[in-house]
């Protein structure tokens, strides 16, 4: 695939893109700077000089013209973002990955928007897009760190069944990775909920621990 990131240069943004990178797609990194996002291409392709990193830095907006995009910015400003983009990601696939948190004390607790949740935001700002919400609950240390043992369940929910179907492909070409389809994109607002529980309990544990469900 040719996969865009949008707000490529964050931790959740580079950690996907390199993963991604790794299993053979072709990953353009999105930033409202252009140089920032061509300098931290260059930073992942370098770290892992012996893995062959298709990932280039570009604008948002060409990598809102990829085949499949994925939305990793910060919750606040997501919804305004890809607003903007909203012809570029016309009839494209959208997966949103962005989680609306606040932390309080060693705490991480859920905000919820309007809609229930950001996936439903951006879902709303994007009608004439495919969009899907997914990969929450990864730790983005542990997905950029290529030497690290990750073993993760990635719930994937949408009302687009090419959307779902499209980031099931991408997720289970990922080493380590299986994609669960976990049914309408009414379920987005749990998903990313629970994220807050998954980032404090690593917080209270040092730990970077991944979701996993047995008996499927």
């Not at 935001?121 to 997914?134: M, T």
């Not at 929450?136 to 690290?148: G, I, Q, R, V």
């Not at 994937?156 to 976990?182: K, P, Q, Y």
């Amino acid at each position: 695939m040719n996969i865009g990131i949008l707000g490529g240069t964050g931790p959740a943004g580079r950690g996907l893109a390199v993963r991604a990178a790794q299993a053979g797609h072709s990953v353009v990194l999105g930033s409202r700077d252009a140089g920032r996002s061509h300098e931290t291409a260059d930073s992942l392709k370098s770290e892992y000089p012996d893995v062959q990193l298709a990932i280039s830095g570009s604008t948002n907006y060409d990598a809102a013209c990829c085949d499949l995009v994925v939305v990793a910015t910060p919750w606040d400003w997501a919804v305004a973002m890809v607003k903007a983009l909203a012809e570029p990601l016309t009839g494209r696939v959208v997966v949103s990955m962005v989680n609306a948190l606040m932390k309080e004390g060693r705490e991480m607790l859920p905000m919820y928007p309007p809609r229930g949740s950001m996936a439903a935001q951006i879902a709303s700002a994007l009608p004439d897009s495919k969009v899907a919400a997914s990969f929450h609950h990864l730790p983005a240390k542990e997905m950029e760190n290529l030497n690290s043992d990750l073993t993760a369940d990635v719930l994937v929910c949408g009302d687009d069944v090419d959307a779902r179907t499209a980031t099931l492909e991408l997720i289970n070409s990922i080493d380590g990775l299986r994609g669960l389809d976990a049914g309408s994109l009414a379920q987005a607002s749990p998903i990313e909920a629970f994220t807050a529980v998954c980032i404090t309990l690593n917080i209270r544990h040092k730990a970077h621990s991944t979701l996993k469900l047995a008996g499927l």
